[in-house]
């Protein structure tokens, strides 16, 4: 017999393998049916008692069967839902309310609630059962509500620590072209080459290399910044790099007069731009013209780093580490961002794109 579609595509392998048990499952599978069973046989020993009805092992039995199976069947259609569209509803309370209040009753509907057949009992009895069995259920409903704002509020929590230590790991790489011997080697080279021929250059130069790195300092503590700040980096490093290449590096700057003001996490664009020193003009002896742009409209900001091929060769994009920190910090910082590499015209573009309420 054949599965369904919809079937088939929630108990593929791939869905499955992603059931992996956490804190969340041990209470969902464990701690929250326990203490439902412990409310459940409290309840139904006082109805039995008060209606002088003797409480037998066969409904107690049934009512904690009931009780285990909705949690049970709650967590797995929670886990399935959450494999195939958690992302969507991730970050929004309301939806995962009414998602989980939805799953919660799908979860009740599915069981027999596990309470006794009504028909064994006289009248009085039966509408005591039912109602009981109805409060359980609506219980059950208000529960999930409590489990759903608490989980909330636990995984903001969370969220906010991976962002702080994020931020913390982001604020010594910041140091990096301080730091990095490669980086300044190169740099003091140049400026040994240039003092005898040129001196006017080395010397200014020199104050390219410290407006750099006074720059990285003053922004090493601090979990925003202008991107006008950043673009002002950039331009120090990038004069660094086009005394070193000369004719082989050209590069413009775009920075529309919306987006300067923005705020945006620190060193964003910067590891765009070493990219293209460190592995475009590296593979080929050829000029090379470097862009910069950056657009904000309609709350969405778009930033582009660009650069010219001239080789008649596509060139192959491996994300390095630089680009991971981009992934994972667009990932923290914002609900709805991406990051994007292409190649078309004879030109590779790197774009980052942000929609927020900046």
Known sequence: MLKPPILKSLFSKSLLSKLSFSRQDLLLLVVWPLINSV???SSLYYVMIALDEPLTLNMVFRAL???FSICALFWLLRRLFDAKFGALYRHKLPYQILINLVLASLAIAFTSGGLPAPQTFDTVTVFQL???????HL???LQVTIYTMVVHSWQLKQKALELEMSL???????LRIQTNPHFLFNTLNL????IPARPELAQELIFELSDLLRGTIAISDKKRILLSDEIELIEHYLAIQKARFTERLHFSIDVSEESQALQIPPMLIMPLVENVIKHAISKTINPIHLEVKTRYA???LCIAVSNSWPETTTPKFEAGSGHRNIVDTLNLEYDDANFSMGFSNDTSCAQITIRHDF
């Open 191 to 194: 400026l040994h080459s240039e």
């Open 130 to 136: 039912v109602r009981l069995k109805l409060l359980t």
């Open 139 to 141: 219980n059950l409903l």
């Open 65 to 67: 069967t009931g009780i």
């Open 168 to 174: 913390k790991e982001s604020e010594i790489s910041l």
């Open 39 to 41: 409310i459940i046989y």
């Open 298 to 300: 309609d709350g969405e």
